[in-house]
């Protein structure tokens, strides 16, 4: 049953799960090209730490781009086809969607897998100044993670009701215009930022993908 | 006539300057009258910065703790707890040096933290009365700065003496310095080249500092930055923009040796430099600042060694080791991030199980 379902979702998802193992498998190649073994015209460390980190804010986007596009790819035909499929086989729901969740994390392994072996090369190859480093293993799991979140994220809501996703997005949507009002008439309220804190830093579900992105450092 | 020459104008010059004798003596006369306007505003203006600070400390406690003395006004600021918490380590740092504290009375002001009112301008110190012990325990770690007692070591350091011996976070700090650097003395001191460290934190006599921090590359990328300026002259700049950066490295060289002084950025800075102070301090134990203030004047790196009681070499030696001991953790992925990535990533599956949206009408 596994690869049956595993099947469709490749078929459905094969172009994300394709373009993305290739964006993440460069990615880490192009932001390395400044080192050279040639002194005149090598990056010195300082450089090379902020051109490292420019390509880094790239990886949390791939990442979140990737999970939403295969998550929306793991529902989209159940949703054209108004879950005729799901509620015909003799299976339980929590065991259908489990299987949709499951396949959908297998079709992400590519990207991953991507992205590790662009910056086990990246690393190999870069000449890096004294006193820098690679960390190709632990930036390929740390996508991995980010890519997983993200993924989770977009299946949940995409498994979601249209009543869930607009109650969701209407909470979001009055938090903002509250915050608008409320610096219209002069009164000191802060709601966006505390609201962010608690998303975007530790336990929040989006702190992966914050902070630097480093596969060289010191 | 040639015998003439020199008798006549000599007369000539006399005559000339007779009226101008007059002048010099009436000008003298004008110049001693302005001293002495100086001199007379100078008093008042003492007399006024007197009567201010007798303002200002009137009607203050005084807190001795140690050789520390503040001067601050009724509050409940937790100053006596916070400088009872400071003295040990300021002492420890200072030695016997630290005794000084006690000609030199600390003014603070315990600022209301709910009033509008605006703080009353002066000398003081203002801190705000709520301040916990601890971080008001740092803040007087800070101001605890003896460096007035040598011009030469706060020259050197670039700013005040801290005693601080908790400094691992200052020590990354360098470390980063000494890696990213776009020094070729600051990059050779990482790899272990002692004389390069001593040219980087200019613990030597430092001639031409240009030539001994930085390399062609590196001279060129700061003239470019130092001379592309609005207040760089209108030559300088062509230099800067033309012949340096075309690869003449003699017109860079002339144009950051024309830098006034202090102008052209160290390779390590006041961080670095402090952080060697703590090293030396930490190698000789508490009489180092005492035996510091006490050397000849000279270079600040056999200053430091004869304080410290070892010599130049196995000084920089344990500096660079305790920098290279600080490396910052590489930040890639931190562990607790990883388990709650994961955390959210079954919690995100478990809501998509839960999902209804199946449950077509």
């Not at chain 2, 390779?267 to 030396?280: H, S």
């Amino acid at each position: 049953m596994f690869r049956v379902v595993l099947y469709g979702q490749w078929k459905w998802s094969r172009i994300v799960v394709i373009l993305g193992t290739i964006a993440g498998f460069a990615l880490p190649i192009l932001s390395v090209q400044g080192t050279t073994n040639d002194p005149t015209s090598a990056m010195k460390a300082g450089e090379l730490l902020s051109v490292i980190q420019s390509w880094g804010v790239l990886y949390p986007v791939l990442a979140a781009a990737i999970g939403l596009l295969v998550a929306i790819a793991t529902w989209a035909p159940d949703h054209r086809g108004r879950h005729v499929l799901a509620l015909s086989l003799p299976l339980p729901r929590w065991r259908y969607v489990l299987l949709r969740f499951t396949a959908g994390l297998v079709l992400l392994v590519p990207a991953m897998l991507g992205v590790l072996a662009g910056a086990v090369l990246a690393s190999a190859t870069a000449a890096l100044p004294p006193g820098l480093e690679t960390y190709p293993v632990a930036l390929a799991i740390r996508f991995a993670l980010a890519l997983g979140v993200a993924y989770a994220v977009f299946f949940a809501i995409s498994a979601g009701t249209t009543r869930t996703a607009g109650i969701i997005l209407g909470l979001i949507g009055a938090v903002i215009v509250v915050q608008v009002v409320a610096s219209a008439a002069g009164i000191e309220l802060d709601l966006t930022s505390p609201f962010l804190a608690v998303v975007m830093n530790l336990p929040g579900p989006l702190a992966i993908f914050t902070g630097r992105w480093m596969l060289i450092d010191v | 006539m040639s015998d003439r020459l020199p008798a006549t104008c000599f007369a000539v010059v006399l005559a000339l300057c007779a009226p101008l004798a007059g002048q010099i003596a009436e000008l003298r006369a004008r110049a001693d009258s302005l001293l002495v306007e100086w001199q007379l505003a100078k008093q008042f203006a003492d007399l006024q910065d007197s009567l201010r600070l007798a303002r200002e400390r009137g009607g203050r406690d005084t807190i001795r703790v140690g050789a520390l003395v503040f001067l601050v006004n009724r509050s409940p600021l937790p100053l006596r707890e916070a400088a009872a918490t400071a003295w040990p380590q300021i002492e420890r740092f200072y030695g016997p040096a630290a005794q000084a504290f006690a000609q030199r009375p600390f003014l603070i002001q315990a600022v209301d933290p709910d009033t509008n009112e605006d703080v009353p301008p002066g000398w003081a110190i203002k801190i705000l009365w709520n301040t916990e012990v601890a971080p008001l325990a740092r803040a007087l770690i800070t101001i605890a700065d003896l460096g007035p007692l040598d011009p030469a070591l706060r020259d050197w350091l670039g700013g005040v003496v801290v005693p601080r011996f908790d400094s691992g976070p200052g020590h990354a700090e360098v470390y980063i310095q000494l890696v990213t650097a776009p020094s070729q003395a600051a990059q050779r001191c990482y790899r272990g080249d002692r004389a390069a460290c001593r040219d980087a934190l200019s613990l030597s006599d430092m001639t031409d500092p240009a030539t001994r921090w930085y390399g062609p590359d590196e001279r060129r990328a700061l003239a470019a930055m130092e001379f592309d300026s609005p207040f760089a002259g209108a030559r300088r700049r062509e230099q800067a923009a033309h012949a340096c950066e075309q690869g003449s490295d003699s017109i860079c060289l002339e144009l950051l040796r024309a830098l006034p002084p202090g102008r052209l950025p160290p390779p390590l800075d006041y961080q670095a430099r402090l952080t060697l102070l703590e090293t030396a301090v930490r190698v000789g134990g508490a009489g180092t600042f005492q035996r510091f203030l006490a050397t000849p004047a000279g270079p600040m790196g056999s200053r430091l060694a004869a304080a410290a009681r070892v010599s130049e070499d196995s000084l920089i030696e344990r500096w660079r080791n305790d920098v290279l001991a600080a490396r910052p953790t590489p930040v890639p992925l931190p562990v607790l991030g990883a388990w709650v990535a994961l955390g959210w990533i079954v919690v995100f599956g478990t809501c998509g199980l839960r999902s209804s949206r199946w449950r077509v009408s």
